[in-house]
């Protein structure tokens, strides 16, 4: 089983990796073939569980392709990443679930700078881990964002 | 402000080289609610894919303007439209995005509906002590005046009008060409994507077919682009803009154009060759054999259609259906799927939905960069100091009566075509929505002073 102590420590590093905007050692925490998914809904109770057939918020296999999100956010290339907005994840009920997963409660709170507008999104995460050169790494992440009605924009780094 | 004459919000004067649309168009809230009661309850508006109800007793919840709407299958497999709203005190009946049954009880009285919208069963009726009159009413679900099943796109109008083929016109060959694609038609990849934006609902008309902002609002995305290209990862998918760059401002000779109708549909288009990297291509020989090459090669191209009011079909970086409905003046909501050819094939359909992903999801790295720019317009949109915006005049010289040589490969007769290299990005294409903008908003105040 892993360590709680030592997945809530990655968990909530993790957390607060992106709410510094600290892009590298973020990206470092995922192994190279990791994948990102935060599934769509296909019902009011039921997540897409097939990406390849169904339809995903985002689907990444590949740390090359957050790499990729984080160019294009601090690239000013992009109008919706110019001013980027303010970010506080709080991630909580921490879990171990497996040998090598685990799952936790998020909640993002975001202010947009440009608008002074705030909003947050909040759901579920599902982590499996795996232990590269003594260190635990994430080998996917699945993100459930439970309040799905996207209020113009939900970047990588907002959920 | 009060806007009295909607007439003089739109200054259409294409012998003067000139177009323009006051900037109040965008903000005014007393104009949005006669936009929703003239424009989406007063005539044909976009409601959903036959599939979304494919079984008999199956429902999907829609909006027409503030009008909640049901599309539910019936017991004989017929379809209908009905107001999702009970007609005792207005509860919804149908609570679902999507649903099934044969019988829906209201939650509140337990009045109760068949699929087909009929009342059957009124709770006590018999020790309710009723009036004749109460009894001898029609208490069904009311069915809407005009409903309509266009190769599986399904329209509705709160209003009786015309046939849907007539308010269609000639854009229904575009249609056409979609539905073609497919061994049956098309359907919705599982999975829909909702967001709203505060800005105003005419920006993402406008947007759809807006090729002058592709180079200026994604040169993020489009750089990315270029570096998978040259990654050539196993695991990622290729983009229909490897090889034909038809928006690239290097792009040499004709690379596309637009078309407009009446009834405010509008199409902007740009060559893309029958190229392997469009998940078509798995069925270029059998589409080229079954419609021609010259049809087949019309379905590679990229397509942003757009049938007025409120669908959308954007067969670009991916194939994308949007229905627009509009909250507010200043806010937005879009409902989006992925739509695809039945029957095509695992590995195309992966293709399809990564590409989608990208550019087409406010998660995604294109979309956002256009909903924050139309957000910025609904700020400086407030302006008064200079209310007729500048954004409908390129293409002023280019745009010609009737169809050009592209069309014709569809015997597509548009009401105005314009062909041009990549940097002419028209803009005389949005000269149609206002003008069935301000058609139906003229004929729904007329039917108002009528009404009164």
Redesign the interface.
């Known amino acids: 089983m892993l360590d709680l102590a030592e997945v809530t420590a990655l968990i909530t590093r993790e957390a607060m990796l992106l709410d510094r905007r600290c892009w590298r050692e973020w990206l470092d925490l995922y192994s190279e073939d990791s994948v990102f998914w935060m599934p769509a809904w296909l019902d009011e109770d039921t997540t897409t569980s097939d990406p390849d057939a169904e339809l995903s918020h985002i689907y990444y296999k590949g740390r090359h392709n957050l790499e990729d999100r984080v160019w294009r956010a601090t690239s000013g290339m992009s109008v919706a990443s110019d001013i980027l907005a303010r970010v506080c994840h709080q991630v909580t009920n921490i879990i171990v679930e497996g040998p090598d997963s685990a799952t936790a409660a998020f909640c993002s709170h975001i202010y947009e700078p440009k608008r002074q507008r705030q909003r947050s999104l909040f759901g579920r995460y599902d982590y499996q881990f795996v232990s590269q050169a003594g260190e635990l790494r994430i080998a996917a992440k699945t993100i459930t964002l439970m309040n799905d009605r996207i209020e113009t924009v939900a970047d990588f780094y907002m959920v | 402000m009060t806007i009295e004459n909607v007439g003089a919000l739109v200054d259409d004067r294409p012998s003067d080289g000139w177009f323009s649309v006051d900037r109040a168009a965008f903000t005014d809230e007393a104009l949005f609610e006669r936009e929703i009661r003239h424009i989406f309850e007063g005539g044909w508006v976009f409601l959903g894919m036959d599939s979304q109800a494919a079984e008999k007793h199956s429902y999907f919840t829609v909006t027409i303007g503030h009008t909640p709407i049901v599309v539910m299958r019936d017991g004989e497999g017929t379809l209908g439209a009905f107001v999702n709203a009970c007609p005792h005190k207005g509860a919804l009946i149908c609570h679902?995005?999507?649903g099934k049954g044969r019988l829906h009880v209201c939650r509140y009285h337990s009045w109760s509906f068949d699929s087909a919208g009929r009342n059957v069963a009124v709770k006590g009726m018999n020790a309710g002590a009723y009036s004749e009159e109460f009894i001898g009413r029609d208490r069904n679900l009311p069915r809407l005046p005009a409903f309509a099943n266009y190769r599986g796109f399904l329209f509705g109008s709160l209003v009786p009008t015309c046939p849907i083929e007539e308010h269609l016109g000639e854009a229904r060959r575009l249609l056409d060409l979609s539905a073609d694609q497919g061994e049956g038609g098309l359907e919705l990849?599982?999975?829909?994507?909702?967001?709203?934006?505060?800005g105003n609902w005419k920006y993402q008309l406008e947007n759809c077919s807006d090729a002058y902002h592709f180079t200026s609002?994604h040169?993020?995305?489009i750089?990315?682009l270029d570096?998978?290209a040259k990654?050539r990862?196993a695991?990622?998918v290729r983009s229909i803009w490897e090889k034909d760059k038809n928006w690239s401002e290097e792009a040499e000779g004709i690379t596309g154009g637009s078309y407009s109708f009446d009834e405010g549909h509008v199409l902007n288009w740009g060559l893309i060759g029958v190229s392997d990297a469009v998940p078509l291509f798995e069925r270029a020989e059998i589409l080229a054999e079954r419609y021609g090459a010259a049809r087949r090669d019309w379905m590679f191209n990229m397509r942003n259609l757009t049938i007025f009011p409120n669908l959308q079909l954007a067969e670009n970086a991916s194939s994308q259906l949007r229905i627009i409905r509009p909250l507010a003046a200043n806010k937005t909501?879009m409902r989006t799927?992925?739509i695809a050819p039945r029957g095509e094939s695992?590995e195309a359909?992966?293709q399809r939905?990564?590409n989608?992903?990208d550019f087409f999801?406010?998660?995604?790295?294109a979309t956002?960069?256009d909903?924050?720019?139309y957000?910025?317009c609904q700020a400086g949109n407030a302006n008064r100091l200079q209310s007729w915006a500048y954004g409908y005049c390129r293409g002023a010289t280019a745009s010609v009566t009737g169809g050009n040589a592209f069309s014709d490969l569809l015997e597509m007769n548009p009401a105005r075509s314009v062909l041009g290299d990549a940097m002419l990005c028209d803009e005389t294409l949005y000269h149609s929505y206002y003008r069935a903008w301000l058609a139906r908003m003229e004929a729904g105040a007329a039917r108002e002073t009528q009404d009164a």
């Open positions: 679902r995005r999507t990849v599982p999975g829909e994507i909702v967001f709203t934006f505060d609002a040169p993020s995305y750089r990315l570096k998978r990654e990862r695991e990622s909501e799927f992925c695992a359909r992966r939905i990564r989608y992903e999801n406010p998660t995604g790295m956002p960069d909903t924050v720019s957000e910025d």
